[in-house]
Nanobody, 125 residues
């Protein structure tokens, strides 16, 4: 069973940057993809970005495209989310998740298996 640990959240002003990390541990780690989701108070968990582990192909939600970048370092079993030009509406708990096998869709929480505990990102105006 893979364990995911996120880090890097915090409180920043609008326009600032943060980089989130998600480290995976627990056995051989060869996922199909990893993703980032976020959940604001009173709202459903929403897709942010995913990266296919072998090819590095990435895909973003429209709301973060051009501002966020997902990347991975395979040797470290770690995925990152670089967040630039942060806005107050980006405030949420951010979760990373792993899709262990092929999925035709990677934008729904149900497409992913193990989840991290989440890290809070708060952007003040």
């Amino acid at each position: 069973q893979v364990q995911l640990v996120e880090s890097g959240g915090g409180l920043v002003h609008a326009g600032a940057s943060l980089r989130l990390s998600c480290a995976a541990s627990g056995g051989t780690f060869r996922p199909y993809a990893m993703g980032w989701f976020r959940q604001a108070p009173g709202k459903e968990r929403e897709f942010v970005a995913f990266i296919r582990w072998n090819t590095g192909y990435t895909y973003y939600a429209d709301s973060v495209k051009g501002r966020f970048t997902i990347s991975r370092v395979n040797a470290k079993n770690t995925v990152y989310l670089q967040m630039n030009s942060l806005k107050p509406e980006d405030t949420a708990v951010y979760y990373c998740a792993v899709a262990p096998q092929y999925r035709s869709s990677l934008i729904r929480p149900a497409d992913f298996g193990s989840w991290g505990q989440g890290t809070q990102v708060t952007v003040s105006s």
